[in-house]
T-cell receptor, first 114, second 114 residues
Framework: NAGVTQTPKFQVLKTGQSMTLQCAQDMNHEYMSWYRQDPGMGLRLIHYSVGAGITDQGEVPNGYNVSRSTTEDFPLRLLSAAPSQTSVYFC?????????????FGEGSRLTVL | KQEVTQIPAALSVPEGENLVLNCSFTDSAIYNLQWFRQDPGKGLTSLLLIQSSQREQTSGRLNASLDKSSGRSTLYIAASQPGDSATYLCAVVHGSSNTGKLIFGQGTTLQVKP
């Protein structure tokens, strides 16, 4: 059972380039989300999805796009990378249910924008 | 706006000590609170989840308590070991429903010296 898988683990971009961070989970979780982690800022929610075809904005959505065409995948797209998007990105998922809530995280994607 | 604070930012203790990590939140309207562990360069691992109606949760040497009225949670680690060295983060789901949108504290980095 792989859990939450993120690719790539490391990426260097130039300002203005675009790229997609991939996230896949094999636990049939309805909820998936993207966070970014910056020194001194903790983790902040970028985008969120409660199921296929449904997405929602988090605290820091600007500069990022998401889509959820399948239950398993939740890619995060940077349309025109900026140095301020240098960060570690984490994808997370959890099962729907009123008595659950435990979030499962991937190991992160470390992005540097020059 | 819900804010989560963890104090201290860093803590160093000798092996064998019992210790308490603190987490405070500004708005008592939370759905649940979750404690995570993060090892350097890794993702987050869920340790304990406390629903808003619960007062505490225990797992092995870990005990987490929740006092909604005062906006506080503590993570108690008994008989600390060098392997407990990591960053510990708390996070809350704000509101009355399980949106899955976590608001994180900045974490406490723990070092347990042999």
């Amino acid at each position: 059972n792989a859990g939450v898988t993120q690719t790539p683990k490391f990426q260097v971009l130039k300002t203005g380039q675009s790229m997609t961070l991939q996230c896949a989970q094999d636990m049939n979780h309805e909820y998936m989300s993207w966070y970014r982690q910056d020194p001194g800022m903790g983790l902040r929610l970028i985008h969120y999805s409660v199921g296929a075809g449904i997405t929602d904005q988090g605290e820091v959505p600007n500069g990022y796009n998401v889509s959820r065409s399948t239950t398993e995948d939740f890619p995060l797209r940077l349309l025109s990378a900026a140095p301020s998007q240098t960060s570690v990105y984490f994808c997370a998922s959890r099962s729907r249910g009123t008595n659950t809530g435990e979030l499962f995280f991937g190991e992160g994607s470390r992005l540097t924008v020059l | 706006k819900q804010e989560v604070t963890q104090i201290p930012a860093a803590l160093s203790v000798p092996e064998g000590e019992n210790l308490v990590l603190n987490c405070s939140f500004t708005d008592s309207a939370i759905y649940n609170l979750q404690w995570f562990r993060q090892d350097p360069g890794k993702g987050l691992t869920s340790l304990l989840l406390i629903q808003s109606s619960q007062r505490e949760q225990t797992s092995g040497r870990l005990n987490a308590s929740l006092d909604k009225s005062s906006g506080r949670s503590t993570l108690y680690i008994a008989a600390s070991q060098p392997g407990d060295s990591a960053t510990y983060l708390c996070a809350v789901v704000h509101g009355s429903s399980n949106t899955g949108k976590l608001i994180f504290g900045q974490g406490t980095t723990l070092q347990v010296k042999p």
